[in-house]
């Protein structure tokens, strides 16, 4: 028995390595993913509507109140495995990650002392190899794997799928990418691909694992719409953000406030309990790792920088000075968009068209540039006296070598000083920011130090942005910020001798102002800095900076996420009509199109000839009345048609309508259902014979015979409006109707209330946006 489950283990094994894809097919993979990137021609729309066809009410009349309550629990324990999956995911690139760098660190500090020469090239063998690694997942495994991915969960929960982004390769690629590129010192962060992570594992929950690579289950596969999909991946986005911070509250505003494009009070609550167990996950792991179990992670793990033993109190007087924050993080943070832009544009066009290769070079300079200039300025700094011990008894100056803290020795003549410079360059990301908030640290940082930090790092996080890596903009932004914000702190504190000013609170704001600047973020930002800083009573000086930082850079250009979705070719719908649309009608936007229908009763031959003609995802269905007229009796879509050309089963000889009881039979409603970030099937892998081409297709029993129709005379504003509110991919443009055969009211709307809360949710999330 147990040699059978060992040949059983084997054999599966062999099954899901056999299916890894090897470098020829990560290529043809990347060259898609890319064409689909450049001018968005490769994007499809996600259909969130719900397709009301025979099959589906059918499927609705079946299903009882057991099932109903089957499906809620579903919901609530999937909201639970996110949480964990998000957590532990997040646990282990922390882990991971420190270890790295704390390994990486002790080694190059221990040969320091006979060497600088062998600790630099020690110091660059270590970042080179964890970079090369990072690259070699991402441009041989998981393209889909590069950059933060939240343009692309964000244009995913707007209605737009892009290949490859939920794939359980592209979640492989971005946890192990991840590791390798910040522990390997670039100027980026962990906390984007978090939020791609937690989207990927709440997908792949949605859709039962992943086929491909036969870790699924069949049990889980409930959730076979769009719409039910959008609800797990707006969990695991908030699961991300609440793993990276650790900070749960605003995991939720920053689902609700940046990436979905629609809310309800039901998601609310499952979203929250997402974000809660992410907490418990992540303090549960923090505690088990303070008995030492967890090798180089330390207080520098998790992203937790406790000020709140700085200032306690703030005067009118340093409202000028935190204003002129505001301001300066509203200009960097424009800056910083609109050179990403520029740079990732000319990168797309004329140097990741090259290859691989060319992609995998261009990581390995960046490294060694990035690791030239983190080793090499602190050698070119004077070291600094240690504080007096007596008058500052908490403080370890210098600390040992390889650990974190402030106060790094680094090329200094006696045992008592330090290398301000150092003390930044050579720790991780969380703590150096952390020494930058750092309270009761007056002078630590020289102004040179901090002005020569902030134009290297802002450089490099220009340049790094965009390579074939996963990279994040929370933490570097707030490192630059941070520094200047310290640098505005260390000014006010020589200007206003006599008052109870602390650098580390001026670091804070400048964090806060350049991320309100890049990313355009308020309200889910101002609750991030609070939770992770520990610190209310700053909280109406965040919100004045944020305000401001977002007021100027939105005077330049828009935000960072939607200008790097603007260049990947993703159509976000903005919450906001343009103003243009109030002036045009539906009938003059759709005026240059040529309508491409079917009728009800079609030859294959001719399906197959307007499918092959037509990229068009959506198609009328007309039929003729008994006077003659043309009537439109639904909507059929192009994924419904290629599914009914592949089974061939409702084939028949006569052009007369079909026995609309016999569909139930062939059909049930998960047989239209489109796996997640699939290709789906094309119309070329569809073979028929010159016999089947000749026969016909009833459409009625599978189209929506009750699709979203406007009259020609409706504003464009409206539509707009009611597209993106209700998530629509298709909407009707008719002539005025004649007559009218009711009105409904609001009471209408409320008869027969159920007091079941299972069959509420249920009818919420399945009937309505």
Sequence with gaps: MLSNHIQNGIET????????????EAEAEEELFARRSNGGAGVESLDYEVIENYAYREEQALRGKL?????????????????????LAAVFINLAVENFSGWKYAATFSIIQHSYFAGFLVYIIFNLGLVISSVFIVTHFAPAAAGSGIPEIKGYLNGVDTHGILLFRTLIGKIFGSIGSVGGGLALGKEGPLVHTGACIASLLGQGGSTKYHLSSRWLRIFESDRDRRDLVTCGCAAGVAAAFRAPVGGVLFALEEVTSWWRSQLMWRVFFTSAVVAVVVRSAMSWCKSGKCGHFGSGGFIIWDISGGQEDYSFQELLPMAIIGVIGGLLGALFNQLTLYITNWRRKYLHKKGNRVKIIEVCLISLITSVISFGLPLFRKCSPCPNS???????????PGTDGNFVNFYCSD???????????????DDAIRNLFSAKTFHEYSAQSLLTFLVMFYSLAVVTFGTAVPAGQFVPGIMIGSTYGRLVGMFVVKFYKKLNVEEGTYALLGAASFLGGSMRMTVSLCVIMVEITNNLKLLPLI???????????????NGLYEEQAQLRGIPLLESRSKQYMRTMTAKEACKNQKVVYFSRIVKVADIVSILRSNKHNGFPVVDHGQNGETLVIGLILRSHLLVLLQSKVDFQNSPFPCDIRGISNRHNFSDFVKPVSSKGVSIEEIHLTEEELELYLDLAPFLNPSPYIVPEDMSLAKVYNLFRQLGLRHIFVVPRASRVIGLITRKDLLIEENDDSAIMELQSTSGEP
């Design 390 to 400: 007596e008058v500052n008894p908490g403080i370890e100056c210098p600390r040992p």
């Design 415 to 429: 045992d008592k000083e330090y290398n301000d410079l150092a003390t930044i360059f050579f720790n991780t990301q």
């Design 13 to 24: 094994a062999r099954l899901v390595w056999s299916r890894l894809p090897n470098s020829e």
């Design 67 to 87: 099932w109903l309550w089957y499906y809620v629990c579903l919901k609530w324990l999937f909201a639970l495995l996110i949480g964990i999956g998000t957590g």
């Design 543 to 557: 919100m004045l900076v944020l305000l401001i930082s977002k007021a100027v850079g939105d005077f330049f250009n």
